[in-house]
Every structure is written in structure tokens, then in C-alpha cells.
């Protein structure tokens, strides 16, 4: 709905007894009269998708923020602009169609090489099918200019451009529900090999100032494209954000090229109404599921789910929606659980060729018992997530993104078992030693604070000085050098299973720890540096050279000095 002529519009929210109550998309009513008129547009809200989405950054209705609006770290919402330019020409190529083809929803007629990092298909709506009457040849064309023509079954034609629409309540269709089958892989080893993620999986993280996970999954994780939602955080926060995400590189086929060219950014300030924070999620996952349907891998990232929360409350206040518990109205946790696991997923695509898609949702949530609102959406936010990155920035300091190991999880491990096997067929039972070893090395601290680590048994001893060097060799990781910023998981699985073969080992010598650390210090040492292998130097060489290690390892202790 558009209230006068003056204003940027809103959302009906609510229509009871002849009453409709419209949630302004702009809170500033100068201008606005008793009597003011109400135009309908006749749909629900909706975005636009189409090229052009990608390295732009929108509001929650995906308005564009302008070079102007961002330049300063405050950011500003009112603007009306449309949302992808109209003016801009792609150079369009046309798949395997062509005229007299026949053609449904969800086949890709098209592509256009929107940046240097990805190929924007161009599919067919959903739900629309005839028999192609034209097709536009290799040219560069405007996202509103016709590029193809159907013919429907009952003789009526239609003509669709490179731009479409889609309501951001309604999750767009897919073939099949796949089960979750491939990790998310981030070339970080507390990750990958810890606490995995599925493509298609839920995974919650808290937050806190400066935590480098979501830069970690969108710089380096096997994502084709990040889409990152600020439902209403600090506008010097935002402003920040931007300036970094436009500064950063990544390195594709030899070549530095900025991240933006696989991002788009959803910012929204604290300051932004609360109809436009509140759609900001819905936005971002619509945005996230087109890209998904071309057959790519897209990880939504939301920045935080309690703002979201905090401005749904607000709305139902205003609305005068029942509440319970902290304010928050009846349906949170089932619109929590509709949009977590409702829209992630690993899917068949609808449509020609056949392709699978995921869309990954990491949501940032606020630290437990930080107050009854935070304790609210988090447990709500866990219950429906598949992974839980719990960060403890001053009992982890040092390790990558201060995750705390003994408190995070993943319930992926299971569903990722045969993607594992199928490359490492001990990553199962190394993944579940490495588990154990600190978890029971966890239980002495207590008593290590009261008598010391000399009065634990030679074998207790072993598992607590093997623990100490997993915190500080194999899962702190340095993002400032080139051999470490990323680890591929064939590196991480042979660190991992090196640092084993000497935990295994030094226990069935019966060896104390004083001895081990005399006559196999050089092969400690070999354990603590092997992590500076340069992935760069290719797979081969790393691993030729990790098993040397492992060798020599199986050497020391069959003939100690």
C-alpha cells in the first residue's frame, strides 16, 4: 500500500473489524493529513531480482544505498530509487534454447557475466511454461528490455526481460528436498575439522566486537556467493562494514578481485523504522534463494538475529499482537523455525539443466545469560540450529575466532560421513579421538589447579600435554601469513593425524612426559612447525610432506634417543 502521494509506502500487517493497520516503510509523517488517501498496488512486497544484485548494497525493502549514502560512516534510508539500474547494459548470451523450443519455469534461457567472479543465469519465472516465439541473440540489453517471448497453451503471448519479481514471505519453489551431503568448508581447522557445516545447514555463533567469522566464510569458505543481512546494527558499524568488505580481496584464477564481486550487503542501522528492519531477513533469504536456484552454493549470513527480533517485538507492540515472555509476540519461534529451517537447504532446481543449489544461514546471537532478551532468542535460535560456534574471546584468546571447543557442536558429522570417506576414511574416527582428547583433558584442570600436572598419571599426562598442543599448534591459526591464513581440509586432515599417531604412540610407550619431551624433541618441533606447509606449493607436495612427518614420527618412537 502507498499512503499519499508523499509518501515511500508500507505494508499491511493486520485487518481486523474493517480496520487495516499498514506498517510505514518511513516513520516521518510531516506532510500526512487525516483523510490522506490510500493507494493499493495490488501485491504483496516483493523484490527485484535480476543482474545487478551482486556487489550492491540495499536497505531491508532493498532500496539502494547509494555511493553517496555510504561515503559517510552514518547511513541514510531515504531514498525511493529503484532497486537494480534500469539504464545498465549486460551482455546477454542465449543458452541452448531457441525458437520453437518449448520452455517452463526455472529453465536458464540466458547468461550474463555480472562480475568477474560469477555468471548470472537468466531463468524462465517459475511457474510460467509455453513455446519460445523469440529469443534476443548475444547483445548487450537493459534489465527491462524483452529477451524472450513465450507463447502460452491458450495463444496468449508474454514477454519477460532479465528482471523479475518475487513476494519475500514466499519461498520459492525447488523439485526436491535433498539431504545435507557436502560440508561448508572454510579453511579454518577449528571449522572444518572440530565443528562442521553442511551446505544447506543452520549454524549459530555469538557475537561480539571484531568477530572475523562471517569475513572467514565470506572470504575464504567454498561459498559461490554471501549474502550478508544487518537487521538494524549501530550505523558506524555498518558504514564499517561496508568500507572493509569493499577493501578486501580474494584471489580468483591468479588475481586479486574484491570480495564485494561475491557479496551483497542487506544494512540496516538502529536507526532504520522497524518495517524495514524486520523485512531485512526476508529480503536477504529471497535474494539468497534466486541465486540458489541458478545451482550455486549461497550462504546468507545475518548480522544479528536479536535486532530482528527486538524489531518484530517492536511491530507486534504496535500492533497489539499477544505477547509472552520478554515482550516478544506468540509466533516468534515458529517464524524463527520458518525462516532457519524452512528456507536453508540443499535442493534439486526446478527447471533445465538439472543443477542442485544450497543456501547456508549462519546466525550471529548474543552470549548466554547476557540478559532475559538475549536468553530468549538464543535458545530459540539453538533449538533450530544444526552447529553452534560458541566464542569466549578471554578463555580462548589466540585461537581462530576464540571458539570455545568444549562447549560448541555440530550435528552434521553423521549426515557428512560418507563426503568424508569417501576422501579420508579415518576423518570420523580422527574427528572423534581429537574430541575426546580434550574433552579429557578438560576434567584434570581441577585437579591440576590443586596438586599440579606432575602428580597426573604418565598416561593422563600425555592427553594433557597432547591437548595443550592442539590449542596452540594445530587450531591457532594465523591470518597473517600466507601459509596459514587458509588450510585446505587435505592439510588439516594430515596435521590432525599426525598430532594423533604421537598422542597413540606416546601412550602405548609407557614413556613419562619428562622423557618423551628429551629424547623426541625433535620430533615435537616437527609437530609444531609442520603447520607452516605452503598450501600454494600444490596438494601433492604438502602431502608428500606431511607423511614424511608422519614417518618419522613412527621412526622416533620405535627407536628413541
Known amino acids: 500500500a502507498v499512503v499519499?502521494?508523499?509518501?515511500?509506502?508500507?505494508?499491511?500487517?493486520?485487518?481486523?473489524?474493517?480496520?487495516?493497520?499498514?506498517?510505514?516503510?518511513?516513520?516521518?509523517?510531516?506532510?500526512?493529513?487525516?483523510?490522506?488517501?490510500?493507494?493499493?498496488?495490488?501485491?504483496?512486497?516483493?523484490?527485484?531480482?535480476?543482474?545487478?544484485?551482486?556487489?550492491?548494497?540495499f536497505n531491508g525493502i532493498q532500496r539502494p544505498m547509494e555511493d553517496s549514502f555510504y561515503q559517510d560512516i552514518?547511513?541514510?534510508?531515504?531514498?525511493?530509487?529503484?532497486?537494480?539500474?534500469?539504464?545498465?547494459?549486460?551482455?546477454?548470451?542465449?543458452?541452448?534454447?531457441?525458437?520453437?523450443?518449448?520452455?517452463?519455469?526455472?529453465?536458464?534461457?540466458?547468461?550474463?557475466?555480472?562480475?568477474?567472479?560469477?555468471?548470472?543465469?537468466?531463468?524462465?519465472?517459475?511457474?510460467?511454461?509455453?513455446?519460445?516465439?523469440?529469443?534476443?541473440?548475444?547483445?548487450?540489453?537493459?534489465?527491462?528490455?524483452?529477451?524472450?517471448?513465450?507463447?502460452?497453451h491458450n495463444g496468449k503471448f508474454m514477454d519477460f526481460s532479465?528482471?523479475?519479481?518475487?513476494?519475500?514471505?514466499?519461498?520459492?519453489?525447488?523439485?526436491?528436498?535433498?539431504?545435507?551431503?557436502?560440508?561448508?568448508?572454510?579453511?579454518?581447522?577449528?571449522?572444518?575439522?572440530?565443528?562442521?557445516l553442511a551446505l544447506g545447514g543452520v549454524a549459530a555463533f555469538n557475537s561480539f566486537d571484531q568477530n572475523p567469522i562471517h569475513y572467514i566464510v565470506s572470504k575464504y569458505s567454498n561459498a559461490d556467493l554471501v549474502v550478508h543481512v544487518c537487521p538494524g546494527i549501530r550505523g558506524t558499524s555498518v558504514g564499517t562494514l561496508i568500507e572493509d568488505v569493499r577493501m578486501?580481496?580474494?584471489?580468483?584464477?591468479?588475481?586479486?578481485?574484491?570480495?564485494?564481486?561475491?557479496?551483497?550487503?542487506?544494512?540496516?542501522?538502529?536507526?532504520?523504522?522497524?518495517?524495514?528492519?524486520?523485512?531485512?531477513?526476508?529480503?536477504?533469504?529471497?535474494?539468497?534463494?534466486?541465486?540458489?536456484?541458478?545451482?550455486?552454493?549461497?550462504?546468507?549470513?545475518?548480522?544479528?538475529?536479536?535486532?530482528?527480533?527486538?524489531?518484530?517485538?517492536?511491530?507486534?507492540?504496535?500492533?497489539?499482537?499477544?505477547?509472552?515472555?520478554?515482550?516478544?509476540?506468540?509466533?516468534?519461534?515458529s517464524r524463527v523455525q520458518s525462516l532457519l529451517t524452512g528456507r536453508a537447504g540443499d535442493i534439486s532446481c526446478v527447471g533445465a539443466p538439472s543443477r542442485q543449489g544450497t543456501l547456508t544461514l549462519l546466525c550471529s546471537i548474543p552470549f548466554h545469560k547476557?540478559?532475559?532478551?538475549?536468553?530468549?532468542?538464543?535458545?530459540?535460535?539453538?533449538?533450530?540450529?544444526?552447529?553452534?560456534?560458541?566464542?569466549?574471546?578471554?578463555?580462548?584468546?589466540?585461537?581462530?575466532?576464540?571458539?570455545?571447543?568444549?562447549t560448541s557442536y555440530s550435528k552434521y558429522v553423521d549426515a557428512l560421513s560418507q563426503y568424508y570417506d569417501t576422501r579420508f576414511d579415518d576423518f570420523c574416527v580422527l574427528r572423534s579421538k581429537l574430541m575426546d582428547i580434550l574433552h579429557e583433558a578438560d576434567s584434570f584442570t581441577r585437579f591440576i589447579q590443586m596438586n599440579g600436572k606432575n602428580e597426573l598419571t604418565a598416561s593422563q599426562r600425555v592427553t594433557y600435554e597432547v591437548s595443550s598442543m592442539i590449542k596452540e599448534d594445530l587450531f591457532w591459526q594465523n591470518f597473517f601469513t600466507l601459509y596459514d591464513r587458509f588450510c585446505p581440509l587435505y592439510k588439516s586432515v594430515w596435521l590432525l593425524r599426525n598430532t594423533l599417531l604421537f598422542h597413540d604412540l606416546a601412550q602405548k610407550s609407557k614413556m613419562k612426559w619428562e622423557d618423551i619431551k628429551s629424547k623426541?624433541?625433535?620430533?615435537?618441533?616437527?609437530?609444531?612447525?609442520?603447520?607452516?606447509?605452503?598450501?600454494?606449493?600444490?596438494?601433492?607436495?604438502?602431502?608428500?610432506?606431511?607423511?614424511?612427518?608422519?614417518?618419522?614420527?613412527?621412526l622416533a618412537f620405535r627407536n628413541p634417543a
Open 520 to 554: 623426541l624433541s625433535e620430533t615435537i618441533y616437527q609437530l609444531e612447525v609442520m603447520k607452516f606447509k605452503d598450501p600454494s606449493t600444490g596438494e601433492e607436495e604438502v602431502t608428500r610432506e606431511l607423511k614424511q612427518v608422519y614417518e618419522r614420527i613412527s
Open 248 to 333: 578486501t580481496t580474494v584471489t580468483y584464477n591468479g588475481r586479486d578481485e574484491p570480495l564485494m564481486k561475491k557479496m551483497c550487503l542487506i544494512a540496516n542501522s538502529d536507526e532504520f523504522p522497524i518495517a524495514i528492519k524486520e523485512a531485512s531477513i526476508f529480503t536477504g533469504i529471497t535474494i539468497a534463494e534466486y541465486f540458489r536456484d541458478m545451482g550455486s552454493n549461497v550462504v546468507v549470513i545475518v548480522d544479528t538475529l536479536t535486532r530482528w527480533a527486538l524489531a518484530l517485538r517492536e511491530m507486534s507492540s504496535v500492533l497489539e499482537y499477544p505477547f509472552v515472555d520478554g515482550g516478544f509476540p506468540t509466533f516468534l519461534s
Open 370 to 406: 547476557s540478559g532475559e532478551t538475549e536468553e530468549i532468542v538464543a535458545n530459540i535460535a539453538l533449538e533450530n540450529a544444526g552447529v553452534y560456534w560458541e566464542t569466549n574471546s578471554n578463555k580462548w584468546r589466540g585461537w581462530c575466532c576464540a571458539v570455545d571447543p568444549l
Open 74 to 152: 552514518h547511513i541514510s534510508h531515504k531514498t525511493s530509487l529503484p532497486a537494480l539500474d534500469r539504464k545498465k547494459e549486460w551482455e546477454f548470451r542465449p543458452t541452448r534454447f531457441k525458437v520453437g523450443d518449448y520452455i517452463t519455469g526455472g529453465d536458464i534461457f540466458g547468461e550474463v557475466n555480472e562480475t568477474a567472479l560469477f555468471s548470472h543465469k537468466i531463468m524462465l519465472p517459475p511457474e510460467k511454461m509455453g513455446k519460445i516465439v523469440f529469443l534476443a541473440p548475444c547483445g548487450f540489453y537493459t534489465i527491462i528490455e524483452t529477451v524472450i517471448t513465450i507463447e502460452t
Open 162 to 196: 532479465m528482471l523479475q519479481e518475487w513476494p519475500v514471505h514466499k519461498a520459492r519453489p525447488c523439485q526436491t528436498n535433498e539431504p545435507l551431503s557436502r560440508p561448508l568448508l572454510t579453511g579454518h581447522r577449528v571449522f572444518d575439522l572440530g565443528f562442521p
Open 4 to 57: 499519499s502521494t508523499q509518501s515511500t509506502g508500507g505494508e499491511v500487517k493486520k485487518i481486523e473489524d474493517g480496520k487495516t493497520s499498514i506498517l510505514m516503510f518511513d516513520e516521518n509523517t510531516v506532510g500526512l493529513q487525516v483523510g490522506e488517501k490510500v493507494y493499493r498496488t495490488f501485491k504483496p512486497l516483493c523484490v527485484e531480482l535480476g543482474p545487478g544484485l551482486i556487489a550492491s548494497v
